[in-house]
């Protein structure tokens, strides 16, 4: 309570407190009375505990008491404020300067006049929610209720601010707990290669050179898991992983690639330092480890690298030289860790060689589209095609897509390649009239300005109309620009396009990808799915991402189905559609029509159309 007249505090004392028995109660009550009505005759109303209530006879004592109570951890609740209160800062300041301080606080302004208008205190005192007016005389029930209901409803949103912050805070836990799940290997606990490839890819475009990088292939590995098992692999990857952990500094990085196949990320300039340490890890690679009861020997071959050896090379272009150490050492005899050398690089001549006959690929003939079987979940039977690029160089026989794609998107070569897939999948389709036709786009080629008319000309040009055609994005391409994007994807959903995501869960997947970016479908990465059985949580976050897809009415293409129980476990997950060798390798465009066109002549036009899935990359 805040007033410069004494009597007026005392008032507010003998209406707020219970009876303290005084001899002066009854002046009080004549004062009260005086000031506040006919105080007897009001409703009784629940009094306030002597300690609930501070009474200040200025501004800037109230303004420190709102300090100190702050400072306990004891915040006052509402705050009475006179108006007029020479010599010192008047209400409206005393106000402003309280809300400043607690932004949470109940102020109420008390005054028989004022220099102030309404709108002038809630301009600095506000917000409106939270000060409220009272003008004198006024009964001093008034004054009680209005103290009590404040004072409740400071208490209210107390808890409901506390249960919101509760909830925020499981929300960020269960979001931490997801990325994790997302950037690290199920089995080991290792960050994935998706994480391993991003801390490597950071460092590099930073310009930090002050690093060894070294890739670790284990020996005979194949033969614990043929003879044992794979549950005996699994935990011999385990013991593995655990061991290279102990065996370089905490600080470094030691990711599972995939299979049985390690990364290291080691701070150091030193040659001799890197070889020591990635000698311990051959040599605790070559330990004998325990497994259900059986002593088995296994061992590793390490290629690796200084950063600060090369000056301009990128994150793809030190784990390829990596590789090419990799590949030395095991050449070599295996069990030990190769240093890769210039000289080995014969890599850059080849990649030199693939781009100059890329750009004569096309004119040549010598790219060609084969295509795969798509399979419906309920019926087993195929529903689309996904069509693969492939090519067949003069010099160099067949050229794996994940060889030449990778050179196309670094040359630029890839528009040329991408919009040349997209007409010939486009004409192809129109032997299979029902079917989807699904063009994935690189990241380099959903970049380009003219990407939605493109688009439309070539569907124009070859009759197929824009509902039959899905475009798979990556989340590269998502990433890069995600407001421009966001837009594109609009454009392109609005002229009747659909949108899918490719490889949801291996790069930076999450529930908020697909709740921004407009999106008809999502295909689950083939690293999930080889997962069933042997992984814990595979068979979990699959059937997590059937049923948000479920929820938010997408389809689902789970890749790379190749035994009876994993296509009988995505079936029971939910996943709508099914591909892999399970159902039919790629065929070229003759074998595909006579597999295709003839089940297309038996169905009825009316049926709806399933999906076609086309990718300018690998499988």
């Given at each position: 309570m805040v007033d410069d007249e004494r009597a007026v505090l005392d008032a507010y004392k003998h209406i707020l407190t219970p009876s303290s028995g005084q001899p002066q109660e009854d002046a009080l009550r004549q004062l009260a009375n005086s000031l506040f009505s006919d105080v007897a005759s009001t409703p009784k109303v629940p009094a306030l505990a002597e300690t609930e209530v501070t009474y200040c006879c200025q501004g800037l004592e109230a303004v420190e008491a709102i300090k100190r109570s702050l400072a306990e951890g004891a915040p006052f609740k509402v705050a009475f404020i006179d108006i007029r209160m020479p010599p010192g800062i008047d209400g409206k300041e005393t106000a402003r300067q309280i809300r400043r301080i607690d932004p949470n606080i109940n102020l109420v302004i008390v005054s028989a006049y004022s220099d102030h208008n309404v709108t002038d205190i809630s301009a600095v005192a506000g917000p409106p929610d939270k000060i409220f007016y009272i003008s004198k005389p006024f009964d001093a029930a008034e004054i009680t209720q209005m103290a009590t209901a404040l004072a409740n409803r400071w208490d209210f949103d107390t808890r409901q601010l506390e249960a919101l912050k509760s909830k925020v805070n499981e929300l960020a836990a269960s979001e931490a707990r997801a990325r994790h799940i997302a950037s690290h290997d199920f089995l080991t606990g290792a960050p994935n290669r998706m994480s391993f490839q991003r801390s490597l890819t950071d460092r590099v475009r930073s310009g930090d050179k002050g690093f060894a990088l070294a890739l670790l292939d284990l020996d005979r590995f194949k033969h614990v898991n043929d003879t044992f098992g794979h549950g005996a692999g699994d935990d011999l990857l385990t013991n593995v992983y655990q061991s290279i952990r102990e065996q370089v500094p905490p600080s470094a990085i030691v990711a599972r690639l995939g299979g049985d196949e390690f990364a290291i990320i080691i701070d150091t300039t030193s040659i001799e330092e890197a070889?020591?340490?990635?000698?311990?890890?051959?040599?605790?690679?070559?330990?004998?480890?325990?497994?259900?009861?059986?002593?088995?020997?296994?061992?590793?071959?390490?290629?690796?690298?200084?950063?600060?050896?090369?000056?301009?090379?990128?994150?793809?272009?030190?784990?390829?030289?990596?590789?090419?150490?990799?590949?030395?050492?095991?050449?070599?005899?295996?069990?030990?860790?190769?240093?890769?050398?210039?000289?080995?690089?014969?890599?850059?001549?080849?990649?030199?060689?693939?781009?100059?006959?890329?750009?004569?690929?096309?004119?040549?003939?010598?790219?060609?589209?084969?295509?795969?079987?798509?399979?419906?979940?309920?019926?087993?039977?195929?529903?689309?095609?996904?069509?693969?690029?492939?090519?067949?160089?003069?010099?160099?026989?067949?050229?794996?897509?994940?060889?030449?794609?990778?050179?196309?998107?670094?040359?630029g070569l890839i528009h040329e390649i991408g919009d040349w897939v997209v007409r010939r999948a486009l004409e192809d389709s129109l032997n299979w009239p029902e079917y989807f036709i699904s063009i994935n786009l690189s990241p380099r080629q959903f970049r380009r300005v003219d990407l939605v008319e493109s688009l439309c000309q070539h569907a124009l040009a070859a009759g197929v109309p824009h509902s039959r055609v899905q475009l798979e994005i990556t989340e590269t391409a998502l990433f890069d620009d995600a407001s421009r994007a966001s837009s594109v994807l609009a454009e392109l959903q609005s002229l009747g396009f659909r949108i899918a995501l490719d490889d949801f869960g291996t790069g930076y997947s999450s529930l908020l990808n697909v709740k921004n970016?407009?999106?008809?479908?999502?295909?689950?990465?083939?690293?999930?799915?080889?997962?069933?059985?042997?992984?814990?949580?595979?068979?979990?976050?699959?059937?997590?991402?059937?049923?948000?897809?479920?929820?938010?009415?997408?389809?689902?293409?789970?890749?790379?189905?190749?035994?009876?129980?994993?296509?009988?476990?995505?079936?029971?997950?939910?996943?709508?559609?099914?591909?892999?060798?399970?159902?039919?390798?790629?065929?070229?465009?003759?074998?595909?029509?006579?597999?295709?066109?003839?089940?297309?002549?038996?169905?009825?036009?009316a049926n709806p159309p399933p999906l076609l899935v086309v990718h300018s990359a690998a499988n």
């Open positions: 070889r020591k340490i990635f000698s311990s890890v051959i040599d605790v690679c070559a330990r004998r480890h325990s497994i259900y009861g059986n002593t088995v020997q296994i061992g590793g071959s390490i290629g690796w690298l200084l950063a600060s050896s090369f000056e301009s090379s990128s994150a793809v272009d030190l784990m390829r030289f990596c590789d090419v150490a990799l590949y030395a050492a095991k050449k070599d005899g295996r069990s030990i860790a190769f240093l890769f050398d210039a000289a080995m690089d014969e890599s850059t001549k080849f990649k030199q060689s693939i781009e100059s006959g890329l750009k004569h690929a096309i004119t040549q003939g010598e790219l060609a589209v084969h295509y795969q079987p798509i399979i419906d979940r309920n019926t087993l039977e195929p529903v689309g095609v996904e069509a693969l690029l492939r090519w067949t160089s003069p010099v160099h026989g067949p050229v794996s897509p994940t060889v030449f794609i990778p050179i196309a998107e670094e040359s970016f407009g999106l008809d479908c999502i295909k689950i990465d083939k690293s999930f799915v080889e997962g069933l059985g042997t992984e814990p949580n595979a068979a979990a976050i699959i059937n997590s991402i059937a049923h948000l897809a479920k929820g938010l009415g997408l389809t689902v293409v789970a890749e790379g189905v190749e035994t009876d129980a994993q296509c009988q476990a995505l079936r029971l997950v939910g996943c709508s559609h099914l591909q892999g060798f399970l159902f039919g390798a790629a065929e070229e465009l003759t074998q595909a029509n006579l597999r295709y066109a003839g089940r297309s002549a038996l169905k009825a036009s």
